[in-house]
Nanobody, 129 residues
């Protein structure tokens, strides 16, 4: 069982920033063992949605429309950690944020959660107006 552990969630005022981190347990390497790495979120009462996705093979990063220009995905291969820098936060960003990775090549093109097979437990982000 691959373990992904998120940290960095919390509360922020609208317009503020937060940085999420996700470290993989020993024995699992984001770059070597996945086709995709990324972040999802689940707002209250809604389904889980993709936020940012990096294709390991292609080196491309895709963002959800609602976070483009505000959120930045990064990967530190030495620390084996991925990050989500969130700026200009708005109350609609309130959600549980999940780190995820996939060993399935179809994750690079598909939307949704079904092609992702490794998940963290999530970290709460709350943005107040």
């Amino acid at each position: 069982q691959v373990q992904l552990v998120e940290s960095g969630g919390g509360s922020a005022q609208a317009g503020g920033s937060l940085r999420l981190s996700c470290q993989a347990a020993a024995g699992f390497n984001f770059a070597a063992h996945t086709y995709c790495m990324g972040w999802f979120r689940q707002p209250p009462g809604k389904e889980r949605e993709g936020v940012a996705r990096r294709s390991t093979a292609r080196g491309t990063i895709d963002y959800a429309d609602g976070v483009k220009g505000r959120f930045t995905f990064s990967h530190d291969s030495v620390q084996n950690t991925i990050y989500l820098q969130m700026t200009s936060l708005v109350p609609e960003d309130t959600a549980i944020y999940y780190c995820a990775a996939s060993s399935r090549p179809e994750c690079q093109a598909a939307t949704g959660t079904s092609t992702w097979n490794y998940w963290g437990r999530g970290t709460q982000v709350t943005v107040s107006s």
